[in-house]
């Protein structure tokens, strides 16, 4: 096999895997709606939609977001792999940054919340 035979086999597998990476986080994030609507549903009719379970529900849907923005960030980095022009390494920076920092302020609320909900009556 030549170089660029092996080249060409190295860019079809990444593609696959990162699109099939993709469709996880879309798998996951669909799951976790139905989750999250399901849940609210579930809540309104029992009347037990108090800010304490909607705060639960909307971190629960958070955390799932949270491994579906991961599983995205990784199908990016592969993209990036096989094609590094400089508008694509500079386009991966920005959504990477993008989703670090929606990553951090959700783990910091999930963390506020596990804190809150270990404490006395919390």
Do not use: C, H, K
């Amino acid at each position: 096999m030549t170089l660029d035979g092996l080249r060409q086999v190295v860019q079809t597998l990444t593609e696959t895997v990162s699109t099939v990476t993709e469709l996880a986080a879309a798998v996951i994030i669909a799951i976790a709606v139905l989750e999250a609507v399901w849940n609210s549903v579930r809540a309104f009719v029992s009347r037990a939609g108090s800010g304490d379970a909607q705060q639960t529900l909307r971190l629960q849907l958070g955390r799932w977001l949270t491994v579906s923005l991961e599983f995205l960030l990784a199908a990016d980095i592969l993209r990036t792999a096989i094609a590094p022009t400089w508008q694509d390494i500079g386009q991966l920076g920005a959504i990477a940054l993008i989703r670090t920092a929606l990553n951090y302020f959700l783990q910091r609320e999930i963390e506020a919340q596990a804190r809150q909900s270990a404490l006395p009556g919390g």
